[in-house]
């Protein structure tokens, strides 16, 4: 299943419209558009706060149906506080981690 197909059964499974998607996570109306319109995938930082609306963890969001992800405390901490970061931040961290 790809990005946009999870996105629109988290939709479904929730009867959101793209309306209640929009308000909820704070996305553009044309961001969604654009995306499902052109079969875009959404960038990372449009997929967290699609993620944060729907209450899920881009973790849980990527984890197969009916598969379990289980974090440590540690690593619910750091996606925790990834989500916090600014895009620059986040850009800035993950070249000091190469």
């Known amino acids: 299943m790809n990005t946009l197909e999870r996105i629109r059964k988290l939709l479904n499974g929730r009867n959101w419209s793209m309306y209640k998607l929009l308000k909820a996570s704070g996305v553009s ?3 969604l558009s654009n995306m499902f319109s052109r079969n875009n995938d959404p960038s990372i930082s449009t997929l967290e706060d699609i ?3 729907f ?4 973790s849980q969001f990527f ?3 009916g598969e379990l992800v289980v ?5 619910s901490e750091m ?3 990834w989500s ?3 895009a620059e931040q986040k850009s800035s961290l993950l070249k000091s981690m190469k």
């Open 29 to 31: 109306q044309s961001t």
């Open 84 to 86: 916090s970061l600014s």
């Open 55 to 58: 209450g899920i963890t881009l």
């Open 79 to 81: 996606l925790e506080k």
């Open 63 to 65: 984890a197969n149906e």
């Open 71 to 75: 974090l440590t405390k540690e690593q």
């Open 51 to 53: 993620c944060k609306a």
